[in-house]
């Protein structure tokens, strides 16, 4: 049973298209994360959330729009794509805020931007 | 602010051979400190954690990791090989109360047999 799952796993879409990526944990974690990891490896935060609660936004633009219908789950929208957006996204939860929570991390969705 | 720097971006070991790779952070007290292993399009798994105390810390898989302060670093270590090492691993730290995992640039490792 995975503990954190995203969906999809791959995504390929043209420029100017919306879409969204899923991430579940099944961990009973209070805080959950997407984070953007780009063609040179480079891992970045995006947001963060604490029960349902917005806490990290890591000034990414306004074309991407995370919610967190509940603890469990924290969805990525992203409006307008642009080839820049190309990047693996992944997911991670932690057991709370603390600097000392060990975060787990889904296997990533990798989108494609033609 | 904090930053993870790991000088080796591609290192190359044989099957059997020690590793050891460089991790330096800049922070102004002891951040919590972790390695992290990405196999090809997989995600990210804990290989091991600082937080306090012994400053050499154990981890999966064999690996190993040293805290100096001194150095302001925090490298892994392995004493043999296995051709399934072979991945990208991050350095990350993260500090305070407001979980931000801050990660450095990768290593990654090739393995030939």
């Known amino acids: 049973d995975t503990a954190v799952s995203q969906t999809p796993k791959y995504l390929v879409t043209q420029m100017g298209n919306d879409k969204s990526i899923k991430c579940e944990q099944n961990?009973?974690?209070?805080?959950m994360y997407w984070y953007k990891q780009d063609s040179k490896k480079f891992l970045k935060i995006m947001f963060s959330?604490?029960?349902?609660?917005?806490?990290i936004n890591e000034t990414v633009p306004n074309r991407f729009s995370p919610k967190s219908p509940d603890k469990a789950h924290l969805n990525l929208h992203i409006n307008s794509l642009e080839l820049g957006d190309s990047a693996v996204y992944f997911c991670a939860s932690s057991p709370g805020l603390a600097g000392a929570n060990v975060l787990t991390f889904g296997a990533g969705s990798r989108l494609t931007v033609l | 602010a904090q930053s993870v720097t790991q000088p080796d971006i591609h290192i190359t070991v044989s099957e059997g051979a020690s590793l050891e790779l460089r991790c330096n952070y800049s922070?102004?007290?002891?951040?919590?400190l972790f390695w992290y292993v990405q196999s090809p399009g997989q995600g990210l798994q804990l290989l091991l954690k600082y937080f306090s105390g012994d400053t050499l810390v154990q981890g999966i898989k064999g690996f190993e990791a040293e805290f100096k302060r001194s150095q302001s670093s925090f490298n892994l270590r392995k004493p043999s090989v296995h051709w399934s090492d072979a991945a990208e691993y991050f350095c990350a730290l993260n500090t305070g109360t407001a979980s931000k995992l801050t990660f450095g640039t990768g290593t990654r490792l090739q393995v030939t047999l």
């Open positions: 959330y604490n029960n349902k609660e917005l806490i």
């Open positions: 961990l009973g974690h209070d805080t």
């Open positions: 922070y102004g007290a002891t951040p919590y």
